[in-house]
C-alpha cells in the first residue's frame, strides 16, 4: 500500500473518532487521555513508516494499534447514538482482531492430501511432498516461537521433498534473518525448492529501485546460503531408480496488472525437459495457472499459494482485478491438477482466511 492509504487509516480511525470523544462525550478527562493513546503510538509509527526506518517493525504495530483500538473506536462513535450497543460492539471488533492477531494466526495445522496422476513414474509413486508457501516472516517480529513450531512440524511430517511456493518476507531481506537458524532446519532427501513470490520482490516497502534490487538479491542469497534451490524461470531433473520427473519454477506470474511487470518466464522455465516427463510447476499466484498453464502446456501439478485462503483480496489500484477464484484446496482441468496452499502467515499481523496451513501431498499413480 501506498503511505497515503496509511495516513487515511490514521486520520479516519484514530484522530475522527479521538475528536469525537474529546468533543462530543462526557467521559473524564484521564478517561480521554487513556483513549487517546493509542492514536499517539500509531502517530509514532506511522513517522517511521513515513521514514523507512523500522519499516517492518513500525508497520505491524501501526496494524496492531489501527485494528485493535482505532476501528474500534471508530465503530463506537458511529454507534453511539445506540448507547450502550456502541460500546459492546467497539469491544467486540477489539476482540475479533486480537483473537486473530494472537491465536487464530499462529493456530498451526497440517492439511494432507493424496493426488492421483495416472502417468506417474512408479519409483516416485507416493513421493511425499511438504508444501510450504506465504510466511511473510516481518508479520511475526524478531523471535516468534511460531515460526519453530512450523519448522517442527514440517519435519516430523518426514517428507521426500520440500516446496516453499514464495513469500519468504514481506517488505524486506532482514526480516528472515533473525529467522535463519530454524529456517537452516529444514532438511528433506531429496532437497528443498523455493520461487519468488510477489513479496520478495519486495515491491511493497519503502526502497526506491536501486535499492529495491540490492535488497531482493540480498533475500536471493539469504534464502540460497540456507541449502535452498531458487528456482529462477528454471527447472531441474529429479532421478530415482533410473527414472525421472521435472521440478519446474517460475517468477511470480499474475493475472493482476499490479504484478505483470514482475511476471516469470514460464516456456524459458520448461524449456528442455524431455516430451513426456512428469512436471511438477511451482507457480506463486494460482491465477496463472488457469490463464496459461492450462491452455499451453500438459503439466499435470502446479502448485501455488498467494491466496491465504481468501476469495477476494483488495490491495493495489485494480481492486477488480483481485478474484480468486482457485484460492485453497484442489483443483482440476482434465488430468491437470492445481493445488493452492492457504499459507502460512498474511503481510498483515493477521489473516482473514482461517488457521495457517503446512501441506503434505502424497503423489500416487494408483487409484484407491
Request: proline fraction near 5%.
Amino acid at each position: 500500500m501506498k503511505f497515503s492509504t496509511y495516513v487515511i487509516f490514521f486520520l479516519l480511525f484514530g484522530v475522527l473518532p479521538d475528536l469525537y470523544i474529546v468533543m462530543g462525550t462526557g467521559l473524564m478527562p484521564v478517561w480521554k487521555g487513556v483513549l487517546m493513546f493509542p492514536t499517539l503510538a500509531a502517530l509514532i509509527s506511522l513517522v517511521f513508516i513515513g521514514l523507512g526506518k523500522y519499516y517492518t517493525d513500525a508497520l505491524r504495530v501501526f496494524s496492531y494499534l489501527i485494528f485493535i483500538f482505532e476501528l474500534p473506536k471508530f465503530i463506537y462513535m458511529l454507534l453511539s447514538p445506540l448507547g450502550t450497543v456502541g460500546i459492546v460492539m467497539g469491544v467486540a471488533v477489539a476482540l475479533f482482531f486480537a483473537i486473530l492477531i494472537f491465536y487464530s494466526s499462529r493456530h498451526l495445522k497440517v492439511d494432507t492430501e493424496t493426488l492421483y496422476f495416472r502417468n506417474l513414474p512408479s519409483a516416485f509413486n507416493g513421493l511425499k511432498v511438504c508444501q510450504l508457501s506465504d510466511l511473510h516472516l516481518g508479520s511475526f517480529g524478531r523471535k516468534a516461537k511460531y515460526v519453530q513450531k512450523v519448522i517442527d512440524k514440517a519435519l516430523e511430517r518426514h517428507p521426500d521433498i520440500i516446496l516453499f511456493t514464495g513469500d519468504l518476507v514481506n517488505f524486506a531481506s532482514d526480516e528472515a534473518i533473525p529467522y535463519r537458524e530454524q529456517l537452516a532446519r529444514l532438511k528433506a532427501p531429496m532437497g528443498i525448492f523455493a520461487i519468488r513470490g510477489n513479496h520478495d520482490y519486495l515491491l511493497h516497502g519503502c526502497f526506491n529501485e536501486e535499492e529495491r534490487q540490492k535488497d531482493t538479491d540480498r533475500l536471493l542469497a539469504f534464502e540460497q546460503e540456507l541449502g535452498w534451490h531458487v528456482l529462477l524461470d528454471q527447472h531441474v531433473i529429479l532421478t530415482k531408480e533410473n527414472q525421472e520427473i521435472a521440478l519446474a519454477g517460475v517468477g511470480n506470474i499474475s493475472t493482476s496488472p499490479y504484478f505483470q511487470k514482475m511476471g516469470g518466464n514460464l516456456k524459458k522455465a520448461i524449456e528442455g525437459i524431455p516430451d513426456g516427463t512428469f512436471t511438477i510447476l511451482m507457480s506463486h499466484d494460482p491465477s496463472h495457472w488457469r490463464a496459461q498453464v492450462v491452455p499451453e502446456t500438459d503439466i499435470p501439478l502446479t502448485l501455488s499459494g498467494h491466496t491465504h485462503g481468501l476469495k477476494y483480496k483488495l490491495a493495489g489500484p485494480h481492486p477488480s482485478h483481485w478474484k480468486l477464484h482457485e484460492n485453497g484446496g484442489i483443483y482440476t482441468s482434465g488430468e491437470q491438477i492445481l493445488y493452492v496452499s492457504k499459507g502460512l502467515g498474511s503481510a498483515f499481523a493477521f489473516r482473514l482466511g482461517g488457521f495457517p496451513r503446512i501441506d503434505i501431498l502424497t503423489l500416487t499413480n494408483t487409484k484407491t
